[in-house]
């Protein structure tokens, strides 16, 4: 009985994450999977109930299921907060580290359906389907941190390190992905001025020689934002590290129509964890227009990475795409007259019966 915990954390996590659930139980009906469910406090949430974002409880519960779904968390009720009380610093990045989390695995697939969503022209967005590997445990994020007076002023100072073991480990991944699809790797970084970019692209194209049937390109962070834009067609698997990861992915979720549509799973540990790209939009938190299909295409990655059951995933897959396919639409989706604008809960019902049906 696969166990999957479930922390829908702040804002409209607590409205996506039940239809994730309500999905899982409607595909697990049809493939005779009984899914075991528990839910954490994380967050916000978690810091308001008792005084931290990353409770030992929740730690605990992370360690002991089979896999993790996020919703979101952060907000503008605690911004104030303590650098490490804040549900970023204080839940997420420590969450990462402390399951050894090192790979953020991001799809951007653009559903034909939706081509008049993405910003740009339909010619240069039409079939759209890359995926973003991130390294996620090391860099900026991760290094030493300080605030000083120096020379009678205040000064900051973030500290991006990177191990050779740490690049071989997320390019070896980013290669064995792109063996099974298209062929091609692209490797992110920063070479020409920065010394752990050129660590990166070293340690990157000796590993390419181990796999001889990939391309493999290099190309720097400012050239890779503008060729998403440009022509992001071309892209297959791409590599990078933390920072430029967190930036790319973000953009890349526009040209798929709605950061609402991409889903993301973190792996690397013995417990992985899958959540929508999205923030906790807390302007739109408990009016049902939070668009739910990242955090169920994010369960459908759960289902095939964690679980091994790739038909089952193909089957909530194929669901989302008859669902926009039909009209149905979210706020952040909606585009014509013609198409049909629902609730939260009323996309997450028509995922489940196109999914339960088959």
Same mark, same amino acid.
């Given at each position: 009985?696969?166990?999957?915990? $479930?922390?829908?954390?702040?804002?409209?996590?607590?409205?996506?994450?039940?239809?994730?659930?309500?999905?899982?139980?409607? !595909?697990?009906?049809?493939f005779?999977?009984?899914?075991?469910?528990?839910?954490?406090?994380?967050?916000g949430?978690a810091?308001?109930?008792? %005084?931290?974002?990353?409770p030992e409880?929740?730690?605990?519960?992370c360690?002991?299921?089979?896999?993790?779904?996020?919703?979101?968390?952060?907000?503008?009720?605690?911004?104030?907060?303590?650098v490490?009380?804040?549900?970023?610093?204080g839940?997420?990045?420590?969450?990462?580290?402390?399951? +050894? $989390?090192?790979?953020?695995?991001r799809?951007? @697939?653009?559903?034909?359906?939706?081509?008049?969503?993405?910003?740009?022209?339909?010619?240069v @967005?039409?079939g #759209?389907?890359?995926? !973003?590997?991130?390294?996620?445990?090391? +860099? $900026?994020?991760?290094?030493?941190?300080?605030?000083?007076?120096?020379?009678?002023?205040?000064?900051?100072?973030?500290?991006?390190?990177?191990?050779?073991?740490e690049?071989?480990?997320?390019?070896? *991944?980013a290669? /064995?992905?792109?063996?099974?699809r298209?062929?091609?790797?692209t490797? !992110?970084d920063?070479?020409? @001025?920065?010394?752990?970019?050129?660590?990166?692209?070293?340690?990157?194209?000796?590993?390419?020689?181990?796999?001889?049937?990939?391309? *493999?390109?290099?190309?720097?962070?400012?050239?890779?934002?503008? /060729?998403? !834009?440009?022509?992001?067609t071309? &892209?297959?698997v791409?590599?990078?590290?933390n920072?430029?990861?967190?930036?790319?992915?973000?953009?890349?979720?526009v040209?798929? %129509?709605?950061?609402?549509?991409l889903?993301?799973?973190s792996?690397?540990?013995?417990?992985?964890?899958?959540?929508?790209?999205?923030?906790?939009?807390?302007?739109?938190?408990?009016?049902?227009?939070?668009?739910?299909?990242a955090t169920?295409l994010?369960?459908?990655?759960?289902?095939?990475?964690? &679980?091994?059951?790739?038909?089952?995933?193909?089957?909530?897959?194929?669901?989302?795409?008859?669902?926009v396919?039909?009209g149905?639409?979210?706020?952040?989706?909606?585009?014509?007259?013609?198409?049909? #604008?629902?609730?939260?809960?009323?996309?997450?019902?028509?995922v489940?019966?196109?999914?339960?049906?088959?």
């Amino acid at each position: 009985m696969p166990d999957v915990l $479930l922390l829908p954390g702040d804002g409209i996590g607590q409205e996506i994450v039940p239809e994730a659930v309500k999905v899982l139980k409607a !595909v697990g009906k049809r493939f005779q999977i009984d899914f075991s469910f528990r839910e954490a406090l994380i967050g916000g949430a978690a810091y308001d109930h008792c %005084g931290h974002p990353l409770p030992e409880e929740t730690l605990r519960l992370c360690r002991e299921c089979d896999a993790i779904i996020l919703g979101a968390i952060g907000g503008p009720k605690w911004d104030r907060l303590p650098v490490h009380l804040r549900p970023e610093m204080g839940a997420l990045l420590p969450l990462r580290k402390k399951l +050894g $989390l090192y790979a953020n695995i991001r799809p951007a @697939v653009l559903y034909p359906a939706l081509i008049d969503s993405s910003p740009l022209k339909p010619e240069v @967005v039409e079939g #759209l389907d890359l995926v !973003v590997v991130r390294e996620l445990t090391g +860099g $900026l994020y991760f290094g030493t941190k300080k605030r000083e007076h120096v020379d009678g002023e205040e000064q900051a100072q973030d500290t991006l390190v990177y191990k050779r073991s740490e690049i071989l480990r997320i390019g070896r *991944l980013a290669f /064995q992905m792109a063996a099974k699809r298209r062929k091609r790797v692209t490797s !992110v970084d920063k070479a020409n @001025v920065l010394a752990s970019g050129r660590l990166w692209r070293e340690v990157i194209t000796e590993l390419g020689q181990e796999y001889p049937d990939v391309q *493999l390109e290099h190309m720097y962070v400012d050239n890779c934002a503008m /060729q998403l !834009v440009r022509k992001p067609t071309q &892209f297959d698997v791409i590599v990078t590290e933390n920072t430029f990861g967190d930036i790319l992915t973000d953009e890349a979720s526009v040209l798929a %129509g709605s950061i609402g549509m991409l889903a993301s799973g973190s792996i690397g540990g013995e417990v992985a964890l899958y959540e929508p790209s999205h923030g906790s939009a807390p302007d739109i938190a408990g009016q049902q227009k939070a668009n739910p299909l990242a955090t169920i295409l994010s369960a459908a990655m759960m289902l095939e990475l964690s &679980f091994n059951k790739p038909d089952t995933a193909r089957c909530i897959e194929e669901a989302v795409r008859r669902v926009v396919e039909d009209g149905y639409r979210t706020p952040d989706l909606m585009q014509s007259d013609s198409q049909q #604008l629902v609730t939260t809960a009323a996309m997450g019902d028509l995922v489940a019966e196109y999914a339960e049906k088959g």
